[in-house]
């Protein structure tokens, strides 16, 4: 799977980031933090997360 493509799971996107789980939890549901959340769980692409974290991306732009 390419890594713009790779779907994360929370923990998957916390372990990414070095911080808790609870913490990607919370910045998802404020929409800080580019996700969707699918039935009760969220799923994070990699490549948004990179971005977000380097400043490219803001939450809710495409």
């Known amino acids: 799977m390419q ?3 790779e779907v994360l799971t929370a923990e998957e996107a916390a372990k990414l980031l070095r911080v808790s789980t609870k913490t990607v939890l919370n910045l998802a549901r404020d929409g800080a933090l580019p996700g969707e959340k699918i039935g009760r769980a969220w799923r994070f692409l990699k ?3 990179l971005d ?8 809710g732009v495409s």
């Open 3 to 5: 890594e713009d493509t």
């Open 47 to 49: 490549s948004d997360l």
């Open 52 to 59: 977000y974290v380097s400043g490219r991306r803001k939450a």
